[in-house]
DNA sequence: TAGATTGTTAATCGATTAACAATC
DNA sequence: TAGATTGTTAATCGATTAACAATC
């Protein structure tokens, strides 16, 4: 059965991405059937680790067989919400912008890009991914007429925390944040920070530590 | 003095980062001490964890007094091994590996860039940042000619093994890893992965449990 | 000196691992 | 049935928070 009613725990559901890649390459191989020991054993963690966070969701596995890799990836799959056809938006067409959106793994994963917006007169009508540079303006009309699920961050800090609002307001669901501050808005709308300095800093610190 | 002999835990060390960019911007509205508590508030954790994980790496406070703000933002740069000069590499100049070699902030951190390496004979001689893409052909004669700290990995999963193993060989200290792959490498060199696509898929967990 | 705030120890909380009965 | 492996409870480990003596 599971332990469906208690609170999953962020750690718990920053591993199930990384579960779902390891049983989408074991599904590519063909491979149909994995015990928690022998995918414990790949990813370098505990059976018991997987077990328990699986549970968290549901029992998906068979005692004596172990768990079927294509129903199990699909479970998973359902459980980060990749088959509701969420739609992006990407804010700031600059060099991350463009890179995001042509990105093709965020399509793999069910993701649809529907606009992308600028502030800069230069790129307004330049078309990324057959997808035409709309301007902020544009933005609030945009976004009423279309269902926008997630908003991609990709501008200076500058600007961010008003536009963050504004999405928020416009009923956004979640942002995915690359400017280089923690937003902090009046809304329940889901955010998740992406520092990329933060990370490039981290392994700066293990280089230092270890020499 | 400060509990500098405990292995210090990933952590701490991932919120480094984070404490040195909220003392950064202290820094630039010219607030000059400040106290766990105050810090504490602004950055929504407890005094009680910021002091802690300072005094893994020593004593930089002064009891009644606080912090010095600029003595500890420099020291959390110290620990961070931003003073060092690292040069990095950028492996694959496609639309991420461009977009990092002009993200100003790893300047501004005092990562330097070294070079730009691709395989695709189409951009082979162009510039970024005034920096000549090179052929990956050149790579080995270029890292043992220059020093190279740190290798960005912005290629495709099919080929990343094989170059992370061959710039570890290379005596390369740190991979940033932005492939969409966990790397495997004999060798002690330190790894940090970037996996914007399990960043996305928690995004995307958030926001289906919450509606 | 009195007030403030640190550094550090002790208490609590949560996450991971181990163990094992249930069961395919 | 016997062997394998799950789901789940219990034990352990580590990280966070609280408390407070030290001290500026």
Known sequence: MGNRDKKVS??????????????????????????????SQRMGVTASQIRQDLNCFGGFGQQ??????????????NILGLYNGYTT?????????????????????????????????????????????MHMDKLD???????????????????????????ANLGVKGLWNFSYTDLNIESDVNIENVHLSDSLMTLSYQITQKN
Chains 1, 2 share one sequence.
Do not use: C, W
């Open 89 to 133: 938006i990407i804010i700031g067409a600059g060099n991350l912008g463009r890179a995001l959106a042509n990105h093709s793994n965020f399509e793999k994963r069910g993701f649809k890009l529907a606009g992308i917006f600028d502030i800069s007169d230069d790129l307004i009508g330049e078309e990324v991914r057959n997808i035409e540079i």
């Open 64 to 77: 004596g067989y172990g768990y079927s890799v294509e129903y199990l990836y699909k479970e998973i799959g």
């Open 10 to 39: 962020m750690a718990v559901v920053r591993r199930l991405p990384r579960y779902y890649r390891y049983l989408g390459e074991l599904l590519k191989h063909d491979i149909t059937r994995i015990s928690s020991k022998e995918l």
């Open 141 to 167: 009309e945009f976004v009423k007429l279309h269902r926008v699920d997630i908003a991609v961050l990709a501008i200076p800090k500058q600007g961010v925390s008003e536009v963050a609002q504004r999405l």
